[in-house]
């Protein structure tokens, strides 16, 4: 399997490059279609005309500008020197909604860690990565808003369940699953009698796929789910993490909790799926 079209988000922060050449390095080993969307939020970031007056305004308009000149340069750049077909999009007033369409046709969608330090110079609203995660349809890969990643997919760990979105993070994550030197399954015992079912199907359905997994279940006496996920990750020196995305709901459960501290707390990049 392959990922024949990828969009990456770009904005005004510095670490657009580190998501961009990773994805870059994605376009490269799977012959992609590249699309370089710079997309901001008209009003992340932008100073209040009632408090500011039209001359700070105009001032950030025309720091978008420049930052969305430079990002352009770099990106057809970079794509150049590593002959990938590119394409270049634009949008300056609602950031997750023309990911979500651009999302339409793409198989892989690359963003960034919301850095809720930063986000707003960035050009994007704080709730930026959860909502384009939760509205494109297709897996989205998050980067890290610290550290470098030359790659992903050499100890990827997935983090799985019953539930409709692990199955479609699993399917989402194949082509990175099929090209990994070792996939690590990891299981809840919250699950209980489902246990060994799900472990079953999960094993069988990676195999028919051409995957060989180390299926495992833990128990996180002291833990969260989302606690557990990064811990376990973080023994098993993975260098990706695959799991399940989940909104928000009247009554909040382990999957919504841990698919927020993932969000919050990943180290490395993490490929979810809603």
């Not at 789910?225 to 990706?240: F, H, P, R, T, V």
Request: proline share 3%; aromatic share 8%.
């Amino acid at each position: 399997m392959s990922y024949k079209t990828i969009v990456v988000h770009l904005d005004c922060g510095g670490r657009r490059r580190e998501r961009l050449d990773l994805a870059l390095r994605f376009a490269e080993e799977f012959y992609s279609h590249l699309i370089g969307l710079f997309g901001l939020d008209l009003y992340a970031g932008m100073p209040r005309t009632a408090d500011a007056g039209c001359i700070l305004v105009e001032s950030e308009l025309q720091r978008r500008e420049t930052c969305m000149r430079e990002a352009q340069e770099e990106f057809f750049t970079k794509c150049a020197r590593s002959a990938a077909k590119a394409e270049w999009h634009f949008a300056d007033e609602d950031a997750v909604a023309e990911m979500a369409i651009a999302a339409c046709s793409a198989d892989l969608v690359v963003i960034g860690q919301t850095d809720p330090e930063t986000c707003a110079d960035d050009g994007v609203r704080a709730s930026f990565a959860s909502d384009v995660v939760l509205t494109a349809g297709k897996p989205v890969l998050i980067v890290p808003y610290a550290g470098h990643f030359e790659g992903i997919g050499k100890r990827t760990m997935v983090a799985w369940n019953t539930g409709r979105e692990a199955g479609r993070a699993l399917e989402g994550s194949l082509p990175v699953l099929e090209r990994s030197g070792s996939v690590d399954v990891v299981l809840f015992e919250e699950y209980g009698a489902q246990l060994p079912a799900a472990e079953e199907a999960v094993s069988n359905y990676l195999q028919d796929h051409g995957v060989n997994a180390t299926i495992r279940h833990y128990v996180g006496e002291d833990l969260t789910a989302g606690e557990l996920i990064l811990s376990q990750a973080y023994d098993k020196n993975a260098d990706c993490i695959v799991m399940g995305a989940y909104g928000k709901s009247q009554t909040d459960g382990p999957e919504e909790g841990a698919t927020r501290t993932v969000m919050k707390l990943m180290t490395v990049p993490v490929m979810m799926s809603h």
